[in-house]
Every structure is written in C-alpha cells, then in structure tokens.
C-alpha cells in the first residue's frame, strides 16, 4: 500500500491535523517526564541497597517478595494480572546495575539479569510473569 503524501500534508496543515500533532507532542512530553521519573527512582534504589550488606539484602528481598506475593493475589482475584511498581524498579535496577545473562532456548524467555545473587528472568506469552530466583531457588 502506497503512502499519499498530499493526503498526508492535508491533514497535518488542517486544525485537525495540528491538533493531533499537538497532542502527540504533549504526550510525548509525558512519556520523557516518566521516563526520567523512573530511571531517579532506580538510581536511588541502588543507592539504598549499596548502603545494605548481602544479609540485609537478602531479609529485604524476602521481605518484598512476600509483600508481591499478596499485591499480585489483590489483583488477580479481581481479575487483572499485574505486578507493582516496585517490581518493575528492581527489574530495571537490575538490567542497569545487574549482570545481563544469556537467554537460553527457555520458551518465551525474554531476559534474564542477576544483582546480588537474584536472578530477574521475564517471560513473555499472552502477559509477563516474572520469576526471581536465589541460589537456584524460585522465590518468587
């Protein structure tokens, strides 16, 4: 299918046309704000947990993964499969301060990082479950 040009021109140079470019501006605006928002939050998590020895960290992720566990139960008995935003730091944190590790022939395995002995994996199929692990142990 080709691409009308004049047609496209048209409608960028009407109201209409500005108006959606506008909008897309502004939201374009709002995905660099929480873009920023997220990669302070992971800086800042990073900061904490080097302040943390291997103990501590791990009382605190035990502590978090019980915590999920119940926010993860909230949401799906009502139908929606979800994980918090706390959750998606860490994974972030972990991809930013972590160990990338090979993904292997895994189905729907999408990445795999380690921090601190933890190993975030993500799998994609019809959602995203994630797993972490420790010492070859699945604890969440």
């Known amino acids: ?3 009308n040009f004049e047609k496209m021109r048209t409608f960028l140079d009407s109201e209409e ?24 939050w992971v800086e800042k998590f990073n900061r904490y947990f080097e302040t943390l020895n291997d103990y501590d960290f791990e009382i ?3 502590n978090f993964t019980i915590w999920e566990e119940k926010y993860d139960d909230m949401w799906y008995d009502r139908g929606v499969l979800t994980y918090s935003n706390i959750l998606s730091t860490l994974l972030d944190m972990a991809e930013t301060y972590g160990t990338t590790l ?3 022939e ?9 921090y601190r002995g933890f190993v975030f994996s993500v799998y994609h199929g019809q959602g ?11 604890i969440f």
């Open 1 to 3: 299918m080709a691409i």
């Open 106 to 114: 895994e189905d729907f395995l999408a990445a795999r990082h380690e």
């Open 17 to 40: 046309g500005k108006k959606s470019m506008d909008e897309w501006g502004l939201k374009m605006v709002e995905i660099e704000k929480r873009e920023k928002r997220e990669k302070k």
């Open 60 to 62: 605190l992720m035990e």
């Open 128 to 138: 995203t479950i994630i797993e972490i692990t420790y010492n070859g142990k699945r």
């Open 102 to 104: 090979e993904v292997d």
